[in-house]
């Protein structure tokens, strides 16, 4: 295999033979189109229409207070945060059967301009609430819905506005302890907003329900590989003491687990990097380097590189061609066994189409993450003129994880490579570029592990 079937894929092939052996290729299929109808929102994911209680949007002061209304099959936690860029409210809850409100139609029902639902893990699921401007979580708390049989989880927002702070102040934030554990994604306007307290969970609890997406940092060169080096600066050295300040970030918010490909300096080849992101099940890879330019350029600034499309496309092809080697394998080890049908190509169609789906899925989610990059850097420092670019770069051919190599700065340039020597600055890249990781994450609505 070229550059490795994509693990959701290698999953799949087992669960399609199970089928193939059944003789039932159909309902393969319709697991897939099922699959595939979770990614599209709330109405499909939760099942069935909503109850007439549980659909409220109520817009008690039109832009200024507004209430959304969940409901839940019974008490339960939950958290909830406020966000910017773009403005929204994140709710999560530890339930996934939940009755959502009818979506607003052609204007917005007050503060709420629109929502999105899916699943956040094995047993937890997020709404997205998208709000007209900056808001505050005025409220939240579980009441019984009328008859008692339910629960609604109440929701109210409010414009953050100097009025705001008065109505805000009954919310306090709880000081942490052992109990209390910080909401994951709470960056963007955690400043204006902190999360609300929820009921305390023991430590066992919380550990088996915990999902932290795994980011890979793979910081270039080291060894003998000193990569491009002027004025002072040696990209190398950069790349390692950057992607240690970030770890670090990431790591201290509890949201996710990071690892990096090199914590010294020594020589990974290239090849080496991505089978450590493939082996760990990467949710993002982010590879860090330096730019350098021809004598007498004046290039500088931050460049962030995804895939080129071209390369893409010789992806996908590699990758149906490995999901119809590894159907044909596993189909004659059944056989060998006493078991299978002759008849395989059912379950090559569909696991085919599943892995161009999967690398069509991961650059479609390389190219948001690439995006929100720029727009958090471009806030803290120097960006290329055009600063979104293409490439065949060998970290980035995988069709198992969204992938970005980002060209901190020129050390050709001398402020660039100044920059790229200074504490603060990379104290502060560093942040914009968790602020981003953040941003991403709480979007990412629908990525359930399989």
């Given at each position: 295999m070229?550059?490795g079937?994509?693990?959701r894929?290698r ?17 393969a299929?319709?697991l897939?189109?099922?699959a595939?109808r979770?990614?599209?929102g ?15 949007v109520?817009?008690?002061e ?6 959304f209304?969940i ?10 945060f ?13 339930e996934?059967?939940?009755?959502l ?13 629109s929502?999105?639902?899916g ?16 808001v ?11 008859g008692?049989?339910?629960e ?16 805000s102040q ?5 000081a ?21 307290p ?31 080096m002027k004025?002072g600066?040696v990209e ?5 003491a ?7 970030k ?8 990071v690892?990096?490909?090199r ?6 080849p290239?090849g080496?990097?991505?089978a ?24 500088s ?12 496309d ?13 159907v ?5 080890k ?7 049908s002759d008849?395989?190509?059912s ?13 069509d ?8 993450f690439?995006?929100?990059v720029?727009e958090?850097?471009g806030?803290?420092?120097?960006m ?10 060998r ?6 994880f ?6 901190l ?15 603060t600055?990379?104290?502060k ?7 981003a990781?953040?941003n991403?994450?709480?979007n ?7």
């Amino acid at each position: 295999m070229v550059y490795g079937t994509p693990w959701r894929v290698r999953r799949g092939i087992l669960f399609a033979l199970t089928l193939l052996c059944a003789h039932t290729p159909l309902q393969a299929q319709s697991l897939l189109d099922g699959a595939e109808r979770i990614l599209k929102g709330a109405d499909n994911l939760f099942g069935g229409p909503s109850e007439p209680a549980a659909r409220q949007v109520a817009s008690q002061e039109p832009q200024q207070r507004t209430r959304f209304v969940i409901g839940l099959p019974k008490t339960t936690e939950f958290e909830v945060f406020s966000l910017s860029n773009p403005n929204r409210v994140v709710v999560q809850v530890s339930e996934t059967k939940l009755r959502l409100p009818d979506q607003p139609k052609a204007a917005p029902v007050g503060l709420i301009k629109s929502f999105q639902a899916g699943l956040a893990g094995a047993d937890r699921s997020r709404i997205i609430i998208y709000v007209t401007e900056p808001v505050i979580v005025s409220s939240a708390r579980i009441e019984k819905a009328a008859g008692g049989n339910n629960e609604h989880l109440v929701v109210e927002i409010a414009s953050f506005t100097p009025v705001t702070a008065s109505i805000s102040q009954p919310v306090k934030q709880v000081a942490a302890s052992p109990a209390m554990t910080p909401p994951p994604f709470a960056l963007g306007a955690a400043g204006l907003q902190p999360p609300l307290p929820r009921p305390a969970v023991s430590p066992d609890v919380l550990a088996q329900r915990a999902f932290k997406p795994i980011i890979v940092i793979d910081p270039g060169h080291g060894g003998h590989d000193s990569g491009a080096m002027k004025n002072g600066a040696v990209e190398k050295d950069i790349t390692l003491a950057f992607s240690k300040i970030l770890a670090k970030k990431l790591n201290e918010t509890g949201r996710y687990k990071v690892l990096m490909t090199r914590e010294e300096d020594v020589f990974i080849p290239l090849g080496d990097r991505v089978a450590f992101g493939e082996k760990h099940k990467a949710a993002l890879f982010i590879a860090v380097h330096c730019d350098y330019a021809d004598t007498g350029s004046t290039a500088s600034g931050a460049t962030i590189y995804s895939l080129r499309e071209s390369v893409a496309d010789s992806l996908r092809r590699s990758t149906r061609d490995d999901v119809a080697d590894d159907v044909k394998s596993e189909v004659e080890k059944l056989k060998k066994a006493g078991g299978g049908s002759d008849d395989v190509s059912s379950v090559k169609g569909i696991l085919a189409d599943l892995a161009e789906r999967e690398v069509d899925a991961t650059a479609d989610r390389t190219s948001v993450f690439a995006r929100t990059v720029i727009e958090n850097m471009g806030a803290s420092t120097t960006m290329r003129t055009k600063p979104d670019q293409q490439a065949g770069f060998r970290v980035l051919k995988t069709a198992q994880f969204p992938s970005v190599l980002i060209e901190l700065a020129y050390v050709t340039n001398k402020q660039d490579a100044a920059n790229l020597q200074s504490d603060t600055w990379r104290d502060k890249v560093t942040s914009s570029i968790m602020t981003a990781i953040d941003n991403y994450f709480s979007n990412q609505v629908a990525q359930v592990p399989m």
